[in-house]
């Protein structure tokens, strides 16, 4: 995703807050990294949900992004999702040193969501560049998608009449600097 100009920032909320008026959860992949579009979006977010993988490259990132995320912003708790597990116990284990590195260097929550298995019908979809397959769609990772998804959602608690303007005024000083 190219660099968003201040104009482009400001289309982009208002488009939100349309959304808003029709839709209780708007979810938004901001990519990978920690570039100011990806800070942005995260600052905007009523929730952030960071998915990393066991890879320690992955990891670093993560906890970078969390880090980036804690210093220029509100936001103090951050959801977790690790992909491409080679099991469970792996997820929980990555999460947890996550977890408590960020509590323990930056006094930051982060909420093991779950994990995704490493999927052969997955890897096959995405190589076909065929994501949506029906077959990709019962594959185990498509699985553990939906009940991420499903438990997510049971804790939704949707946040309505929100004041755009007043979000937007507090990223005026935030956007100019990136």
């Known amino acids: 995703m190219q660099q968003l100009s201040f104009i482009q920032k400001q289309i982009l909320l208002e488009d939100l807050k349309s959304l808003q008026e029709e839709f209780d959860l708007v979810i938004l992949d901001s990519g990978a990294g920690i570039g100011s579009n990806v800070i942005y979006l995260n600052e905007m977010a009523h929730k952030s949900l960071v998915v990393t993988s066991p890879e320690p490259h992955a990891i670093t990132d993560a906890y970078a992004l969390i880090k980036v995320i804690k210093e220029s912003s509100d936001i103090r708790e951050v959801d977790l999702i690790v992909n491409m597990t080679k099991t469970a116990n792996e997820g929980q284990q990555v999460g947890l040193r996550i977890a408590n590195v960020a509590n323990e260097f930056l006094n930051m929550k982060v909420n093991y969501v779950g994990s995704v298995p490493l999927d052969p ?22 699985q553990a998608w939906a009940k991420i998804t499903r438990d997510i959602l049971e804790n939704f608690n949707p946040i309505r009449n929100i004041d755009t303007k007043a979000i937007f005024s507090s990223f005026i000083n935030s956007s100019m600097s990136l």
Do not use: D, P, Y
Not at 121 to 142: C, G, H, V, W, Y
């Open 121 to 142: 019908i997955m890897i096959r979809s995405i190589l076909q560049r065929n994501i949506a397959s029906e077959e990709s769609t019962k594959s185990i990772a498509a």
